[in-house]
C-alpha cells in the first residue's frame, strides 16, 4: 500500500497512524509547511497543496499512490481535488487500487428526528452540503470511470483526543445548550481510521454512514462529561437564547438519527459505539487533553 491523503488534518492524520504499519509510504498534505512536524509525527511525508496548484513533486507522487484519501471540503465551484488532478487520477495512476472520500451526514438535511441511511436521498440545505453532495457524484463517477471502488464515508460530528467535551469543559468553554427535541450522532477519530482502513483493505466501494450508535442530545454529552470528570456541568441554556455563530446556528437548524447498519454488515466493528464508552476511555487512558504527536 502506498497512500495519499489530500487534506492530513484531524482525521487525516489519525488515518495515517492506524494505516502505517501496513503502508509502504503515506504521503499527505497541508496548506502550510508549519505543519509539518504535525504530519511527520503521524508517519506522514508532508507536501504542500493549496488548493488550486500542483506542483511537480506532489503528482509524482500521487502517480505512484495505489490507495486515495481525499479529505479536503468542496468549494463552492468545485472540489479542489478533481480540479487539480482530476486528468492525472485518470491516466496516469496505474497502481490505484481504491478511493476514499470524507464527506458529511450534512447532505442528509433536516429530518425532524427521524432515522436515514445510505438509502435516503440526500436534500441539502446549507451551500457546504451542496457541494459535498456534487463531490461525491463526481468522485463515484470517476471511480466507475476508472474501474476502481470509490467510498464515500459520511462523517458525523467528529471528536477524540484534543477535542472533546472533557476538553471543553476543563478550559470553561461547555456549554450545555438545549433545544427541544435536538440530537447528533457523533463518531470518535479513531472510528474514522478504523473504518477507512477496513474499507480500503477490502477495496469496497459505496456509500457508509460513519456515525456511533446513539444520535443524543448535546446536553447529554456535556453532562456525562462533567460527571466523568467530577465536576459540576454548566447552566442549561435554552437556545432561543443562545449566541451561535450563522454556521454553527446552522448545524443546529438540522436534526436526524443516523444508521450505521451498512458499515457494521461490511464487517466493520466500532471501537467507540457511542459517546460514553468514548469519553470514559479519554478520561481513564488520559488521552483527552492533546492529539497523538501534537
Known amino acids: 500500500m502506498r497512500l495519499m491523503i489530500f487534506g492530513a488534518g484531524y482525521s487525516g492524520r489519525a488515518i495515517a497512524r492506524h494505516m502505517r504499519a501496513e503502508a509502504e509510504w503515506i504521503t499527505g498534505t497541508t496548506r502550510s509547511p508549519e505543519n509539518f512536524g504535525r504530519l511527520r509525527a503521524a508517519g506522514i511525508e508532508p507536501l504542500v497543496f493549496d488548493g488550486e496548484t500542483s506542483d511537480p513533486e506532489l503528482r509524482e507522487r500521487l502517480s505512484q499512490a495505489t490507495h486515495l484519501v481525499v479529505s479536503i471540503a468542496p468549494k463552492s465551484e468545485a472540489d479542489p481535488v478533481l480540479a487539480a488532478f482530476a486528468g492525472l487520477i ?25 432515522w436515514v441511511d445510505e438509502d435516503t436521498a440526500p436534500r441539502p440545505v446549507s451551500p457546504r452540503s451542496i457541494a459535498r453532495v456534487a463531490a461525491e457524484e463526481a468522485w463515484l463517477a470517476l471511480g466507475r470511470e476508472r474501474g476502481v471502488p470509490a467510498a464515500i464515508l459520511r462523517l458525523s460530528g467528529i471528536y477524540g483526543p484534543g477535542r472533546n467535551a472533557l476538553l471543553n ?4 468553554t461547555a456549554r450545555r445548550l438545549v433545544k427541544r427535541g435536538q440530537v447528533f450522532n457523533r463518531i470518535h477519530v479513531a472510528d474514522i481510521a478504523g473504518a477507512t482502513a477496513h474499507l480500503a483493505r477490502a477495496a469496497k466501494g459505496g456509500i457508509f454512514n460513519v456515525t456511533d450508535d446513539e444520535p443524543a442530545p448535546p446536553q447529554d454529552v456535556v453532562e456525562f462529561a462533567a460527571e466523568t470528570m467530577g465536576v459540576a456541568p454548566p447552566p442549561e441554556i435554552p437556545f432561543a437564547e443562545a449566541e451561535l455563530s450563522p454556521m454553527a446556528r446552522s448545524f443546529w437548524a438540522e436534526t436526524k438519527r443516523v444508521s450505521n447498519a451498512r458499515i457494521k454488515a461490511a464487517g466493520y466493528r466500532f ?24
Open 271 to 294: 471501537a467507540y459505539p457511542d459517546y460514553r464508552a468514548a469519553l470514559s476511555g479519554l478520561w481513564r487512558d488520559g488521552a483527552w487533553e492533546i492529539e497523538p504527536g501534537a
Open 169 to 172: 469543559l476543563s478550559k470553561g
Open 90 to 114: 485518470r491516466r496516469d495512476m496505474p497502481e490505484l487500487a481504491w478511493i476514499g472520500y470524507l464527506s458529511t451526514i450534512g447532505v442528509y438535511g433536516d429530518h425532524d428526528g427521524a
